[in-house]
């Protein structure tokens, strides 16, 4: 037989309520109402106010914002350098030739460290076109919209200069500019400067082959 525990005792004796009185509901569709348009009636809804936040919990927090300054470390900024001597994956540049177009004794290189193949031609060509054109021109003659509209001198690919300069020379004008030109470092990576590089010695041989054929 089982023991009657009290709260068994107290349930057979007085039958529990299930119902509320009806103060204590409508204190409670109140209550729900409020709950409801404060929070849920707002979900999915645009507004220009900052939501609210009943329990604002690791909303706001002491933390860092980027730019911002910092009375913990002692350079006063709350950004960090990476430590010394660190290489991202993939972010390894030892490779001079390549990257800098330069030859161990940094000077640049006369010849392009990357094989031309068609399919660096093919790269260059287009790369060229989207980079290139709208100051050089189609064919590199320094006759695109900038010289047009704006009279900016722009360099002829097939200037002497162009023609006698290193593949380094070229690679390291479209990585970091020269006089009125912009650098291209970050738009073009390395591999592509050298496409770049590799088309513009093509378009100088094909104008070199046009005039010897006249
Ligand atoms: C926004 C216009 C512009 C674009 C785009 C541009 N260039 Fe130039 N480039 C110039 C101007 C202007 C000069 C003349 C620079 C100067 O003032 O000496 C120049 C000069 C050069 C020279 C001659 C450098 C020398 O030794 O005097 C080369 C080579 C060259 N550009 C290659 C390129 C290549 C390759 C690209 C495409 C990746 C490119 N440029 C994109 C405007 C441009």
Not at 176 to 194: A, F, H, K, T
Request: hydrophobic share 35%; charged share 25%; with cysteine.
């Amino acid at each position: 037989m089982r023991r009657p525990t009290r709260f068994g005792a107290a349930a057979r004796s007085e039958p529990v309520r299930l119902g509320v009185s009806p103060g204590r509901s409508a204190i409670s569709v109140v209550a729900a109402l409020v709950l409801a348009a404060t929070t849920g009636g707002c979900r999915g809804m645009t507004s220009t106010r900052p939501p609210i936040h009943p329990n604002p919990s690791m909303f706001h927090q002491p933390k860092a914002r980027p730019q911002s300054e910092s009375d913990f470390f002692y350079d006063g900024a709350s950004m960090r350098q990476p430590v010394p001597g660190t290489v991202a994956r993939g972010e390894l540049r030892e490779d001079r030739a390549f990257f800098e177009g330069k030859d161990p004794k940094g000077d640049d290189l006369v010849h392009s460290p990357v094989a031309t193949t068609p399919e660096l031609l093919a790269r260059g060509a287009e790369r060229f076109q989207i980079y290139c054109r709208p100051c050089h021109d189609a064919r590199g003659d320094g006759k695109g919209v900038l010289a047009q509209r704006g009279g900016v001198p722009t360099t002829s690919l097939h200037d002497p200069k162009v023609l006698n300069a290193t593949d380094g020379h070229i690679f390291n004008v479209i990585t970091n500019g020269q006089g009125l030109m912009p650098s291209y470092r970050w738009p073009i990576p390395p591999e592509d400067r050298w496409a770049i590089v590799a088309q513009v010695r093509h378009m100088q041989e094909q104008r070199r082959a046009e005039g010897a054929g006249k």
